[in-house]
């Protein structure tokens, strides 16, 4: 995930608090790197978007990227519409997600921010992006294995599932029990389940620290003006 936006976010917000015009922080926009990526343009949409402005155009406008810009859409559920020289990336509620342009692209998220720069721009590459349009059984389980986060959602999953203090706070709850009355089997249920929400809550703090770090789009959004929603 890209840190330069998130670090943009952060700002906007900041922005955003003291009541600043969309205008002024767009003129004042710094700008924030992180290895290839570098985030330094804001439009004031509904949800924002962040995006990075390229020196030379690098994204063209042709038949054969744009049907790799709809299967790349399709595979998040989004949908595509071409308006002038831009595309834009809508969600199913009709909100706008995306925009890529010759030398500019911007998302209103980090990770479709950073795919888009991959895919599209050229900015760094890795297993996934560089099997994005790929087609068969073989390719799909070699993107889902190439996404350390997938792998690492999946083992959660299975750690979560088959972990043995949580059957056993179930168990404590759904049987009955012969030397102990039933208050205390359902007090040490609650325990049980407790010390075991801890402990994951522990595990996605050391290993997710971006979900201790949220972006809270819905919160920003609200602090955007609706008049000024759909300016750029």
């Known amino acids: 995930m890209s840190e330069a936006f998130v670090k943009a976010y952060k700002h906007i917000e900041e922005q955003l608090n003291k009541n600043l015009p969309d205008a002024v922080i767009q003129e004042k926009m710094p700008e924030f790197r992180d290895g290839n990526f570098s985030v330094n343009r804001y439009l004031p949409y509904s949800p924002p978007l962040l995006g990075m402005s390229l020196k030379n155009p690098v994204f063209q406008m042709t038949f054969e990227n744009l049907r790799k810009v709809e299967k790349f859409a399709k595979r998040r559920g989004l949908l595509v519409k071409t308006e002038g020289n831009s595309v834009e990336l809508i969600a199913l509620d009709g909100l706008r997600r995306a925009l890529l342009r010759a030398d500019f692209f911007a998302a209103s998220t980090p990770q479709l921010f950073e795919s888009i720069g991959k895919v599209f721009y050229g900015l760094g590459s890795d297993t996934a992006s560089e099997l994005e349009f790929t087609e068969g059984f073989t390719s799909s389980v070699a993107r889902l294995l190439a996404d350390k986060m997938n792998v690492t959602k999946a083992l959660v999953a299975f750690f979560l599932l088959f972990t043995p203090v949580l059957w056993l706070a179930a168990s404590l709850f759904l049987t009955e029990s012969l030397a102990y009355p039933r208050w ?27 979900l201790f770090e949220k972006i809270d789009t819905k919160n920003l959004i609200r602090k955007i003006p609706q008049s000024q929603t759909q300016s750029q």
């Open 184 to 210: 205390t089997m359902i007090g040490a249920g609650v325990v049980a389940l407790a010390v075991t929400a801890y402990v994951i809550r522990l595990y996605f703090r050391e290993n997710f620290p971006e």
